[in-house]
Every structure is written in structure tokens, then in C-alpha cells.
């Protein structure tokens, strides 16, 4: 697996380190928030989470669940664009461009729906991080 998908199971989350303007990944909240979103959309859509986490496009089907997975990590979750960038291998300004697509795609009511569903768990995970029921 990628670096983006690392265990987070140490127990704490501790804040973000930063190196050479990058964060690690390791152990912090927005790394889970994002590798739960990676999940849930290659779930979805039926495509393995390494091609989620490829440095390439790789197939239509993995670009798109790609996009959906960091406009979740986003939108739902709270995660800053440039920190979502970091977690998928990305540049902000490509996030920035996925949640746009992604937002246009909105319209659609089958895809609305699936969003809503996924926001629904993002908020529900959130929800239990900020409690420390998970972590």
C-alpha cells in the first residue's frame, strides 16, 4: 500500500508534523479522515484503494472514485485542500478541482444520494473521533 495508507491504530494523535512543507501522515486525525474516505469510495466503486492511492490516473473508474474520496475527505470530514493534497499524493489546486467536479456532479440524484450516504458515515466517524471513541 501507499504511503497515504498507514495503520493509525498507535492509540493517540498527535499533531500534525510538518517536513519540508509536507505533513506526515503518520498518526494524526487528518490521515485517518482521508484513508476512511479512500475507503468508502473505493467500496463504492469497486476499485482496489491502491489504485486511490497510485501517483498515476490510472483507470477512468479509480480517477473518479480519486475525486469523490477527496471531496469527502474535504467536504465532510474538514480536512484542509492542501492537507487533503498531501494525503493523496496531490497538489491542492487538483482537490480543488476534484470538489468542483465532484460538486457539479451533484445534480444527479443517484449521485447525491450516494454522497449523502457517505457524508452520512464521515459524520458519524468525525462524531466518534471528537469524542475519543475512536481513534
Known amino acids: 500500500m501507499g504511503a497515504l495508507f498507514q495503520s ?3 492509540g493517540h494523535m498527535p499533531a500534525p508534523r ?6 506526515s501522515t503518520a498518526n494524526w486525525p487528518e490521515g485517518l479522515f482521508c484513508n476512511v474516505a479512500a475507503k ?10 491502491s489504485d486511490i492511492s497510485s501517483k498515476t490516473r490510472r483507470s477512468p473508474s479509480a ?8 471531496y469527502v475527505a474535504h467536504v465532510a470530514f474538514g ?3 492542501a492537507d487533503v493534497g498531501v494525503c493523496f499524493g496531490r497538489d ?3 482537490v480543488s478541482y ?9 445534480d444527479d440524484a443517484g449521485f447525491d444520494d450516494m454522497l449523502m450516504k457517505m457524508e452520512t ?15
Open 121 to 135: 458515515v464521515a459524520a458519524i466517524m468525525r462524531d466518534l473521533h471528537n469524542r475519543q471513541v475512536i481513534s
Open 18 to 23: 510538518r517536513s519540508r512543507n509536507r505533513l
Open 79 to 81: 480536512v484542509k485542500i
Open 40 to 49: 468508502l469510495s473505493a467500496d463504492h466503486y469497486r476499485v482496489p484503494l
Open 63 to 70: 480517477a473518479l472514485a480519486r475525486q469523490v474520496a477527496m
Open 8 to 10: 493509525y491504530s498507535s
Open 92 to 94: 491542492r489546486t487538483t
Open 98 to 106: 476534484a470538489c468542483n467536479r465532484v460538486e457539479d456532479w451533484r
